[in-house]
Protein backbone atom coordinates (compact mmCIF):
# COMPACT_ATOMS: atom_id res chain seq x y z
CA UNK A 1 0.00 0.00 0.00
CA UNK A 2 2.80 2.43 0.60
CA UNK A 3 6.55 3.02 0.32
CA UNK A 4 7.68 2.78 3.69
CA UNK A 5 10.92 0.99 4.64
CA UNK A 6 10.20 -2.36 6.23
CA UNK A 7 10.38 -1.86 10.17
CA UNK A 8 13.53 -2.60 11.59
CA UNK A 9 14.67 -6.26 12.51
CA UNK A 10 12.40 -8.67 13.78
CA UNK A 11 9.53 -6.32 13.39
CA UNK A 12 9.55 -6.72 9.85
CA UNK A 13 7.91 -9.95 10.39
CA UNK A 14 5.14 -8.40 12.35
CA UNK A 15 4.42 -5.68 9.68
CA UNK A 16 4.43 -8.22 6.63
CA UNK A 17 2.38 -10.29 8.67
CA UNK A 18 -0.50 -7.23 9.98
CA UNK A 19 0.08 -6.28 6.46
CA UNK A 20 -0.84 -9.68 4.72
CA UNK A 21 -4.42 -8.75 3.96
CA UNK A 22 -5.59 -5.79 2.51
CA UNK A 23 -8.59 -4.20 4.73
CA UNK A 24 -9.94 -1.73 1.48
CA UNK A 25 -10.13 -4.47 -1.38
CA UNK A 26 -10.29 -7.89 1.34
CA UNK A 27 -7.38 -9.55 -1.06
CA UNK A 28 -5.35 -11.35 1.92
CA UNK A 29 -2.09 -12.93 0.43
CA UNK A 30 -3.01 -15.96 2.96
CA UNK A 31 -5.53 -17.01 0.78
CA UNK A 32 -2.62 -18.35 -1.20
CA UNK A 33 -0.29 -21.07 -1.18
CA UNK A 34 2.65 -18.89 -1.44
CA UNK A 35 1.19 -16.66 0.45
CA UNK A 36 1.11 -18.95 3.25
CA UNK A 37 4.58 -20.20 2.55
CA UNK A 38 6.36 -16.70 3.44
CA UNK A 39 5.38 -16.98 6.52
CA UNK A 40 6.05 -21.08 7.11
CA UNK A 41 2.20 -21.85 7.83
CA UNK A 42 0.21 -24.28 6.40
CA UNK A 43 -4.20 -24.00 5.29
CA UNK A 44 -4.46 -25.53 9.24
CA UNK A 45 -2.84 -22.99 10.73
CA UNK A 46 -4.91 -20.19 8.91
CA UNK A 47 -7.71 -19.31 12.10
CA UNK A 48 -4.56 -19.08 14.24
CA UNK A 49 -2.89 -16.93 12.39
CA UNK A 50 -5.31 -14.70 11.31
CA UNK A 51 -6.26 -14.14 14.93
CA UNK A 52 -2.93 -13.02 15.74
CA UNK A 53 -2.50 -10.69 13.00
CA UNK A 54 -5.80 -8.79 14.09
CA UNK A 55 -4.62 -9.06 17.55
CA UNK A 56 -0.98 -7.23 16.72
CA UNK A 57 -3.39 -4.89 14.16
CA UNK A 58 -5.08 -3.79 17.38
CA UNK A 59 -2.16 -3.37 19.28
CA UNK A 60 -0.78 -1.36 16.32
CA UNK A 61 -3.37 0.28 16.73
CA UNK A 62 -3.22 1.16 20.55
CA UNK A 63 0.18 2.45 19.57
CA UNK A 64 -0.96 5.25 17.66
CA UNK A 65 -3.54 5.79 20.16
CA UNK A 66 -6.87 4.55 18.51
CA UNK A 67 -9.06 1.94 19.89
CA UNK A 68 -9.20 -1.66 18.82
CA UNK A 69 -10.95 -2.18 14.70
CA UNK A 70 -13.01 -4.75 16.03
CA UNK A 71 -12.89 -7.02 19.06
CA UNK A 72 -10.18 -9.60 19.39
CA UNK A 73 -8.00 -11.91 21.50
CA UNK A 74 -5.47 -10.04 23.62
CA UNK A 75 -2.49 -10.01 22.07
CA UNK A 76 -0.56 -10.78 25.64
CA UNK A 77 -2.67 -13.86 25.72
CA UNK A 78 -1.93 -15.07 22.03
CA UNK A 79 1.84 -15.11 22.65
CA UNK A 80 1.93 -16.59 26.44
CA UNK A 81 1.57 -19.77 24.07
CA UNK A 82 4.83 -19.08 22.60
CA UNK A 83 7.59 -21.82 23.44
CA UNK A 84 10.69 -19.71 23.52
CA UNK A 85 13.95 -19.79 25.43
CA UNK A 86 16.75 -17.68 25.94
CA UNK A 87 19.86 -17.94 23.60
CA UNK A 88 23.00 -16.33 25.25
CA UNK A 89 25.68 -15.46 22.94
CA UNK A 90 29.13 -17.54 24.41
CA UNK A 91 31.27 -14.85 22.49
CA UNK A 92 29.97 -11.38 24.51
CA UNK A 93 27.37 -12.86 26.94
CA UNK A 94 24.58 -10.97 25.06
CA UNK A 95 21.17 -12.86 25.62
CA UNK A 96 18.25 -12.89 23.53
CA UNK A 97 14.42 -14.77 23.76
CA UNK A 98 14.55 -17.08 20.55
CA UNK A 99 12.11 -19.12 18.82
CA UNK A 100 12.27 -23.33 19.57
CA UNK A 101 14.00 -24.54 16.31
CA UNK A 102 10.93 -25.16 14.10
CA UNK A 103 8.72 -23.68 16.12
CA UNK A 104 5.31 -21.75 14.41
CA UNK A 105 4.88 -18.74 13.81
CA UNK A 106 3.36 -17.34 16.77
CA UNK A 107 6.97 -18.25 18.02
CA UNK A 108 8.30 -15.81 15.58
CA UNK A 109 6.11 -13.37 16.35
CA UNK A 110 7.29 -13.65 20.23
CA UNK A 111 10.36 -13.39 20.02
CA UNK A 112 10.36 -9.88 17.32
CA UNK A 113 7.96 -8.68 20.08
CA UNK A 114 10.62 -8.95 22.93
CA UNK A 115 13.54 -8.09 20.60
CA UNK A 116 11.66 -4.86 19.97
CA UNK A 117 10.86 -4.31 23.46
CA UNK A 118 14.58 -4.04 24.59
CA UNK A 119 15.17 -2.23 21.81
CA UNK A 120 12.50 -0.08 22.09
CA UNK A 121 10.82 -0.72 19.36
CA UNK A 122 7.87 -1.93 19.87
CA UNK A 123 6.40 1.45 20.13
CA UNK A 124 7.11 2.60 16.84
CA UNK A 125 4.80 0.00 15.26
CA UNK A 126 1.84 1.40 14.17
CA UNK A 127 -1.34 1.07 12.19
CA UNK A 128 -3.18 4.03 9.77
CA UNK A 129 -5.81 5.87 11.25
CA UNK A 130 -8.01 5.46 8.49
CA UNK A 131 -10.73 2.41 9.41
CA UNK A 132 -10.53 1.52 5.34
CA UNK A 133 -6.89 1.45 5.74
CA UNK A 134 -5.19 0.48 9.00
CA UNK A 135 -2.21 -0.80 7.35
CA UNK A 136 0.88 -1.33 9.55
CA UNK A 137 3.87 0.96 9.22
CA UNK A 138 7.29 1.58 11.55
CA UNK A 139 6.74 5.31 12.83
CA UNK A 140 10.45 7.36 12.20
CA UNK A 141 9.20 10.47 12.41
CA UNK A 142 11.66 12.34 15.32
CA UNK A 143 8.53 12.52 17.78
CA UNK A 144 7.30 9.63 16.89
CA UNK A 145 3.99 10.66 16.08
CA UNK A 146 3.07 9.57 12.75
CA UNK A 147 -0.65 8.95 12.01
CA UNK A 148 -0.77 7.81 8.38
CA UNK A 149 0.75 4.81 6.57
CA UNK A 150 1.29 7.02 4.08
CA UNK A 151 1.23 10.84 3.96
CA UNK A 152 0.60 10.99 0.13
CA UNK A 153 -2.57 9.01 0.13
CA UNK A 154 -3.70 8.34 3.42
CA UNK A 155 -3.03 11.36 5.29
CA UNK A 156 -4.21 13.64 1.67
CA UNK A 157 -7.44 11.66 2.33
CA UNK A 158 -8.53 12.13 5.77
CA UNK A 159 -7.23 15.88 5.07
CA UNK A 160 -9.27 16.03 2.38
CA UNK A 161 -12.12 14.52 4.48
CA UNK A 162 -11.94 17.16 7.36
CA UNK A 163 -11.99 19.59 4.98
CA UNK A 164 -15.29 18.48 3.37
CA UNK A 165 -17.14 17.97 6.64
CA UNK A 166 -16.04 21.96 7.79
CA UNK A 167 -18.64 22.26 4.27
CA UNK A 168 -15.92 24.44 2.74
Given at each position: ????????????????L?????????????????????????????P????????????????????????????G?????????????????????????????????????????????????????L?????A????????????????????????????????
Amino acid sequence: MNARSPAPGGLALVEALVNSVDLESGADALDSAEGRATFGIGERDLPEVRALRESLRATCLAHAGHPPHRAVTPLGELLARAPLYVAVDERDGSARLAPLDGEPLLSRVAAAVAQALTEGTWQRLKACELPDCHWAYYDRSPAGRGRWCSMSVCGARAKMRRYRAKGA
